[in-house]
């Protein structure tokens, strides 16, 4: 019987919380007396193109779930770089204990579209307006439909779309529990893969 030997050279290290990368996304909320929230998560991505849709997952535990189950809105603001410091720090604590917002210095923004607060420093923010809840375990995964993305001047590239490497995005590893910036351009989707076409 043949051995696969790449099998072979794998070691389980057993069902853990494991991707890469692991986004860095900060929702914004509201609570139930209007005062601004935002928490840090890495469970989460897009998960529908048509309506386009972003999934983050939250646990009970938390003041962001009392918060989205109450408002069913919310805002996925994504720092740049200069701000792993704030964006650590909004997963650290909780809205409960702490106004976040005062203590980083940072500027809550009301959406124009949703009843819920954006990080006004961060450079890109999504508008989301909550379509169904998945219960998984100790989450609860909330899917959002994105009403609109807002993106700073600054950050666009010449032909007018998100430039990556101005906004500065970083990831998280749930492993090493260390955040990690982006490196350069390896090809481009949809044309790199071309050359293996029969």
């Known amino acids: 019987m043949a ?5 072979m050279t794998k070691r389980s290290i057993g069902p853990r919380t494991l991707l890469y990368p692991h986004p860095d996304l900060i929702i914004g909320t509201y609570d139930a007396s209007g005062r601004p929230d935002a928490m840090a998560a890495a469970w989460g991505g897009i998960c529908s193109s048509r309506p386009p849709s972003v999934a983050v997952s939250v646990q009970k535990t938390r003041q962001t779930y009392a918060n989205l189950v109450e408002q069913r809105e919310f805002t996925i603001s994504i720092p740049s770089t200069d701000y792993v410091r704030e964006a650590d720090y909004f997963g650290i604590v909780s809205g409960r204990d702490e106004e976040k917002f005062a203590a980083t210095g ?9 009843n819920a607060p954006y990080v006004g420093e961060f450079p890109v923010v999504l508008e989301c307006r909550l379509l169904q809840t998945v219960e998984i375990g100790v989450h609860t995964q909330f899917i959002g439909e994105i009403l609109d993305v807002k993106v700073e001047e600054s950050v666009l590239g010449e032909d007018g779309r998100p430039d990556i490497e101005k906004i500065r995005p970083f990831a998280y590893d749930s ?4 955040y990690y910036g982006f490196g350069k351009v390896l090809a481009k989707a949809f044309s790199a893969g071309k050359e293996l076409k029969k």
């Open 3 to 7: 051995t696969n030997h790449w099998a």
């Open 106 to 114: 940072l500027t809550p923004v009301k959406s124009d579209l949703v």
């Open 175 to 178: 492993m090493r529990q260390e």
